[in-house]
């Protein structure tokens, strides 16, 4: 299957020159080298809000030539866990195949993924991630799966899988977690709140991070693709992680009295 931009022109950009115009103005100037990462955390809002954070986050990253992007389903279609294997993704500066074996490999060692096309025919959280990805490295390939809520024993079923598959794979491969933090709250409580999602993270605790943001009710809406992240990177070996950068929507738009918030994490 190809499957063609839901999003372009919209969240960024649809013209291939005025999209590159765009990540030129937000991409931050060259500082510290890439680092190897095992994962990142990344928001997928429209660009003019989040495409900084994203942008800064990424470029501080290696992107080798495996990439999955985990996001939620914010549109309920589909499978669940819904894993894509084979075909292509069309963006406007080009097209992204996928990497049919390290998908195929996680698939098979998961209890829980299922291979299905329709849940990510509309979903806009992972595509946001690929032009940002593309700057970095242009011919990656992309393993993409999105996931509705669930529970601590899917989140470490899927990290498994994905660990055990990087590791058969005998190369490297980079895990992009996308999610927006506190959605629609005034900032200072955004901040608050978003504050604690983000110790958990900081702390590689992804028991804490599921059960915090349940607790506190923090509107965090991919939770569940960093849980499984947390849980892959743990699986590989991680041993830190770093607080890149975090923003509000009302840094762009001046409505601080519901914001949406942003956070850029890298984990090695």
Known sequence: M???PAVAGMFYPAEPRQLNRMIDEIWPAPGLPPVKA????????GYVYSGRVAARTLARCQVPGSVIVLGPNHRGLGAPA???TEGSWL????KIDLDQELGEAILARSRILEKDALAHVQEHSLEVQLP???????????TPIVLARSDLAVCQDIGSAMAQAIEASGRPALIVASTDMTHYEPQEMA???D??????????DPEGLYRVVTSQGITMCGVIPTVCALYAALDLGARQAELIQYATSGETSGDYNQVVGYAGLIIT
């Open 38 to 45: 095992l994962a990142v955390v990344s928001p997928h809002a």
């Open 195 to 204: 504050r604690q999602a983000i110790d958990r993270i900081l702390e590689l």
């Open 132 to 142: 940002f990805l593309s700057r970095v490295n242009p011919d990656f390939k992309l």
């Open 2 to 4: 190809t499957r063609r």
């Open 191 to 193: 901040r608050l709140k």
């Open 82 to 84: 819904a894993i894509m």
């Open 91 to 94: 963006m406007p500066d080009g």
